[in-house]
């Protein structure tokens, strides 16, 4: 999930941070005009959106990278803070798009708030990591450190 995220805020925050008014003008692609409807152009505006979703990509890269549930839990709590108010400002302005645009809106923007809340839950790190808690921290060699073996106090 986190990995799905990174993608997004991939793309998003490359594309607004490199080419601001290329993003203004033609997000999200495909003939679709998402930013520009929703008022003028601001260059300082969309380059800061630009380094919101990088830093959305940083957490996300890192969770996917450290696959520790702190970090997992972290970046979606990240994402929950940021999505759940920008899904609601578009949910309150879906009358500037055709259905097609709406439709896109809700299910890209509702898509993040829906990843961002399985990253919260307890499975939502990978199988191997199950293994090792506080009292058990893994080795990259696959060892144990001395004095945390299993059965023992840490």
């Not at 505006?45 to 696959?67: E, K, Q």
């Not at 199950?130 to 080795?139: E, G, N, R, S, Y």
């Amino acid at each position: 999930m986190a990995a799905l995220l990174a993608s997004s805020a991939a793309e998003v925050g490359l594309w607004a941070s490199i080419a601001p008014q290329s993003f203004y003008r033609s997000f999200p692609g495909g003939g679709r005009h998402w930013v520009s409807v929703l008022g003028p152009y601001n260059e300082h505006l969309v380059r800061d959106v630009g380094g919101l979703y990088l830093s959305l990509l940083a957490i996300s890269v890192w969770a996917v990278v450290r696959s520790q549930p702190e970090i997992t839990r972290l970046a979606g709590v990240t994402w929950l803070v940021f999505s759940l108010p920008h899904l609601a400002f578009h949910a309150a302005h879906l009358d500037r798009f055709g259905l097609a645009d709406q439709v896109g809106n809700m299910v890209t923007l509702g898509g993040t708030v829906v990843l961002a809340t399985v990253l919260l839950l307890p499975g939502a790190r990978r199988p191997a990591d199950t293994d090792v808690t506080c009292h058990q921290a893994a080795l990259p060699s696959g060892g144990v450190r001395a004095g945390n073996r299993p059965g023992e106090a840490g």
